[in-house]
């Protein structure tokens, strides 16, 4: 399976897409998560531990972590780069939840908005965002193609896409996640 065959898939079956990297060497012990995560390893490698038994991921691989199963994960030196998904079993990723997976995986946490009419012309950041909106509307056009987001609703931009943002006619309120990463894709 390809990174475009596994982001359908993922879709299809009520994933939630997100992109992200962890940092080399970064160890999180045993946990659990409140959503299923299933993901595809684009770069680097993680190792997942479940009942004590380790398996490695590297490049092309994909692996699942059910809700509630408790694992550990240990990344190797290189970092890892992944697409992944999350389907949360009791509804809608709510406010507190997507802050704690922010922070959960590094992020640093802003809370703010913007005032109503307000833009950004063409730009990129040298760090991935991601962002949930509380309130209002923010259009966000990359790649020639724009999608409105609204309240509840999530967007991931890496860093170095290029992108403009136009806000809605009541302004916008989100929690941004911010974090600069070094690169683990091949």
């Not at 939630?16 to 680097?44: E, I, K, Q, T």
Request: charged share 25%; glycine share 12%.
């Amino acid at each position: 399976m390809d990174k475009v065959e596994f982001e359908a898939a993922l879709r299809q079956d009520g994933f939630r897409v997100v992109n992200s990297s962890l940092r080399p060497n970064m160890v999180a012990p045993n946990h659990c998560h409140d959503f299923d995560a299933r993901a595809f390893v684009l770069g680097g490698e993680i190792t997942i531990t479940r009942d004590n038994a380790p398996v490695t991921f590297r490049a092309g691989a994909c692996f699942d972590v059910p809700a509630g199963c408790m694992h550990a994960e240990h990344v190797g030196p290189e970092g890892v780069a992944l697409l992944s998904g999350r389907r949360r079993q009791d509804g809608p990723l709510t406010r507190e939840a997507f802050e704690s997976d922010l922070r959960r995986e590094g992020y640093d946490v802003v809370h703010g908005g913007q005032p109503p009419g307000s833009g950004e012309g063409l730009h990129a950041h040298d760090f991935d965002a991601r962002i949930m909106v509380l309130g209002g509307e923010i259009t966000v056009t990359r790649d020639g193609s724009a999608t409105l987001f609204r309240a509840g609703e999530q967007c991931e931009i890496p860093a170095g896409c290029e992108h403009t943002t136009q806000v809605g006619p009541e302004g916008v309120a989100y929690i941004v996640g911010k974090v600069r990463r070094r690169s683990a894709a091949a």
